[in-house]
């Protein structure tokens, strides 16, 4: 039979059994002492009565004796006269007591209505008998005496029946309790007996049937890691039969998981390996053929030092064995194809330590370092063979508008003004993709001095003045000094730079406004202008190499190297770039620097 109830609510009925077992029980034992109270009652009433009834027989037993001790002495006595007559009325008194306490017994009403009839009659008879016994008329005092003794005994017998019959009732009310208890007693075994019964048969059942799931659960779960068929499905709709089914999905999720992860593996470009502890390969992925030229198996096995080149070998087995304790994310190396070539190969390694072993991802850098060789030779060309020309004509252009060789005509002069901006302006370029690539090899030369940074902005404003006149602009610089530690000539290009985008974007006859602050160990340098401002979806693309900003379209001019040459600058220093700007209401270009030199950080631009 199939159970379709939930784990939790059988796990409930295996206390929800006890609980109405025990409520029976306790119904039953309220019932039982409900109706023992009725009894209770009925034979406190029954003792009360026999009680009653006895004080009734003692109080005419006592006045009998009194009668007959009157008797015996001759009348001599008059207290044993007073003591007859005291148990008398007593004897009397409790009659009545003895029927307002039987007040709707039928049975005992009439019996105490013949004692009372017996009790009355008793009185006139004793009367007479005492005038008999006065006057010394013995035969009336006979008849009299008779007659006393006579109603005397059939009250005594009467109320000894009562007394009778109380009896039995207490023996029968005795007899009928002890047989309840006893028929008690055995029901409360049988459903003490029952309960365990059905408690452990329903506990053992449930726990064979849980213990039966749980062992095909694990089971499953030895199978899913060993890569084996799984049992058949659980059936039922307990959260038991629910785990087996989300166990179920969990398992064809995985699978499905690492097929496609395997499909990753094997048509990745870069290859994907694991090495041991002892740095020889366990897997391998198949790119591993067309990077390297060998198959996995040919590789399963090997030490990575077999594939490594000679020179390599010493820094890589330090490096692999030091990744088994911090994950590498860059490192570089040259790896020997099966052909003999060598391969520029840049891996990231982490070790698994549920797994013990290295898990390393190697990519093909060989072009990379191809084109690098290629820039390098181009900056040197750049750098040799076309800067030193421009600097040659620049200088002839000056001497030849100086006059040095003869008056020119206007329109020589002005054709010469033009060509010497354009040689100025390729010079300006080609600096800047030195300084570039100066930037992406980390090559920069840096001279620290501790001199004031008012002087580097007067000079860089003075290189720019006449472009400012041109445009009208006034430039506005701080009123205050401060000194700083710092490579004062890049900073100097730093904050032309910065100046001569605040001065080309700026309205005529407006300001550009420097100020300069020094607070918490950082000198920081603002330059604001009135320009049309940058797009906020600009801003934190700014600083970026080739960049330059849509704010007025009609005047871009440069090669958009300025500012990301400026934010590694800083970056050098220690410090941080960032730029506040409102669409259409200026910029504010600002830097931070250290006041005394700290090594070289990450430079965050805002």
């Known amino acids: 039979m199939q159970i379709k109830l939930k784990l939790s609510h059988q796990l409930l009925l295996l206390v929800v059994i006890p609980v109405v077992f025990e409520l029976a029980i306790g119904i039953m034992l309220y019932s039982s002492l409900r109706a023992s109270g009725e009894e209770i009652k ?68 009439e019996k105490i209505a013949k004692v009372q009839w017996y009790t009355q009659r008793t009185k006139q008879f004793t009367d007479g008998f005492l005038d008999a016994f006065a006057r010394g008329d013995t035969l009336v005092f006979l008849k009299y005496g008779n007659g006393v003794k006579q109603l005397s005994v059939r009250a005594a017998d009467i109320l000894n029946g009562m007394i009778q019959d109380q009896l039995k009732i207490l023996d029968a009310y005795a007899e009928k309790k002890s047989k309840e208890r006893d028929e008690q007693s055995k029901l409360v075994l049988l459903i003490v007996f029952a309960t365990g019964a059905v408690i452990c048969g329903f506990a053992g059942a449930l726990s064979l049937r849980i213990s039966r799931r749980f062992a095909v659960l694990i089971d499953n779960a030895k199978r899913l890691a060993a890569g084996q068929e799984l049992n058949p499905p659980l059936k039922g ?45 366990s897997e391998m992925s198949t790119a591993a053929l067309a990077v390297w030229g060998y198959t996995p198996d040919e590789l399963v096995g090997k030490r990575i030092a077999s594939i490594v080149h000679a020179d390599d070998v010493e820094r890589t087995s330090k490096t692999f064995e030091a990744a088994q304790h911090d994950p590498i994310d860059s490192f570089e190396n040259r790896v020997v194809r099966k052909d003999g070539s060598a391969v520029d190969t840049r891996w990231s390694v982490r070790y698994v330590e549920q797994e013990k072993s290295l898990v390393c991802v190697a990519h093909d850098i060989s072009q990379r370092k191809e084109l690098e060789r290629m820039k390098q030779e181009f900056v040197a060309i750049v750098s040799h063979d076309l800067r030193s020309p421009l600097t040659s004509i620049n200088m002839r252009l000056g001497t030849l508008a100086g006059g040095m060789h ?65 445009k009208h602009v006034e430039i506005v610089l701080p009123a205050n ?88 600058i800083i970056k ?12 259409g209401k200026g910029s504010t270009f600002w830097f931070r620097i250290p006041l005394e030199k700290t090594a070289r950080s990450e430079t965050s631009v805002a």
């Not at 050098?572 to 669409?583: F, K, P």
Request: charge should be negative.
């Open 42 to 109: 009925q034979e406190a009433h029954s003792r009360l009565l026999l009680k009653k009834v006895n004080e009734v027989r003692t109080e005419f037993l006592w006045a009998y004796e009194a009668g007959n001790e009157y008797v015996y002495t001759q009348g001599q006595s008059q207290e044993v006269l007073k003591i007859y007559f005291l148990h008398a009325r007593a004897a009397a008194k409790l009659i009545d007591e003895l029927r307002d306490f039987c007040a709707g017994d039928k049975d005992a009403e």
């Open 237 to 281: 709709e307990s959260e038991l039969e629910i785990l087996d089914q989300e166990f179920r999905r969990m398992s064809q999720e995985l699978e499905n998981t690492l097929r496609k992860q395997r499909v990753i593996v094997d048509y990745a470009a870069d290859v994907i390996c694991s090495l041991t502890p002892a740095l020889a390969f």
């Open 406 to 470: 003869g008056e020119l005509p206007p329109d020589a002069l002005r054709i010469i003004s033009t060509i010497e901006g354009s040689v100025v302006r390729l010079i300006g370029l080609i600096n800047d993709l030195l300084d570039v690539e100066k930037l992406e090899s980390g090559a920069w030369d840096m001279r620290y001095e501790d001199k004031s940074f008012l002087e580097t902005i007067e000079i860089a404003s003075e290189s720019l003045l006449a472009l400012s006149e041109k």
């Open 481 to 568: 000094d401060v000194k700083v530690k710092a490579d004062h000539e890049r900073m100097t290009q730093v904050v032309s730079n910065i100046m001569s985008n605040a001065i080309k974007f700026s309205p005529e006859e407006s300001k550009v406004i420097i100020t300069q602050e020094a607070k918490d160990g950082f000198l920081e340098v603002r330059v604001s202008d009135n320009g049309p401002g940058i797009l906020e979806e600009e801003r934190a693309l700014v600083f970026d190499r080739f960049r330059q900003s849509k704010r007025d379209s009609g005047k871009k001019t440069g090669s958009g190297l300025g500012l990301a040459i400026c934010a590694a």
């Open 572 to 583: 050098e220093h220690g410090g941080t770039i960032g730029v506040d700007s409102n669409n």
